[in-house]
């Protein structure tokens, strides 16, 4: 089956790092996704990874390791607006077409 | 700017009413993509559509259907609202690549009573 699994909440202090981690067990792996959703609004875009490594993007940084089914979202100097929903996605192929499976969310509390 | 809206943020209708969701992208994108998100279950596939009268089931497809006239326009229809349709509906478009991210509709809560 296609299994998705990230924490649920976590907590962390403001200017703190904090890492989001993600295991994943899918057929077809086309590439991960991070979303990160505030309270009653849209998931948005963060990164995509599809090849092993670390990608960096400012504050935020996402590593994957596909023999291990692993990814995380790091987060740093964090900031009081970080407090967020974060989403792991997977990209896996089957029936003949891409679909994005999505982990449930962590839940990102950020106090000061 | 890249958007996607919902006919409705809120919305609150009888057990057995007919449901319209309406979502409409502006980016000209070729695959649009209907979810519903429940606490602790994460954001879950309905339908999907890849092209103008193109539509395909997805993970749990039973008590919906779809339709898709215009490239813009994918609506979310649920024939006899159930208690347990009670959700946020939330709306996505993307390009033809798989790769790219998806965009999302601000949602829409349905309760249905």
């Known amino acids: 089956g296609q299994n998705i699994d990230q924490p649920t909440e976590m907590t962390a202090t403001e200017g703190a790092i904090v890492q989001i981690n993600c295991t994943y067990q899918t057929s077809g792996f086309n590439g991960l996704f991070w979303y990160q959703q505030h309270a009653g609004e849209a998931p948005t875009f963060l990164s995509y990874?599809?090849?092993?490594g670390l990608e960096e993007k400012g504050r935020f940084s996402s590593f994957l390791s596909r023999s291990k089914g692993y990814s995380y979202l790091l987060l740093k100097e964090l900031q009081m607006k970080d407090s967020a929903s974060y989403l792991c996605a997977v990209i896996s192929f089957s029936g003949g077409y891409n679909k994005l499976i999505f982990g449930a969310g962590t839940r990102l509390a950020v106090h000061p | 700017d890249v958007k996607v809206t919902q006919s409705s943020r809120y919305l609150v209708k009888r057990t057995g009413e007919k449901v319209f969701l309406e979502c409409v992208q502006d980016?000209?994108?070729?695959?649009m993509f209907w979810y519903r998100q429940d606490p602790g279950l994460g954001l879950r596939l309905i339908y999907f559509s890849y092209d103008v009268k193109m539509k395909e089931k997805g993970d749990i497809p039973e008590g919906y259907s779809v339709s898709r006239e215009k490239k813009e326009r994918f609506s979310l229809i649920l024939e006899s609202a159930s208690t347990n349709q009670t959700s946020m509906y939330l709306c996505?478009?993307?390009?033809?690549?798989?790769?790219?991210?998806?965009?999302f509709g601000p949602g829409t809560r349905l309760t249905v009573l």
């Open positions: 980016m000209d994108h070729e695959n």
């Open positions: 996505a478009s993307r390009t033809g690549l798989s790769t790219d991210t998806q965009y």
């Open positions: 990874n599809v090849l092993d």
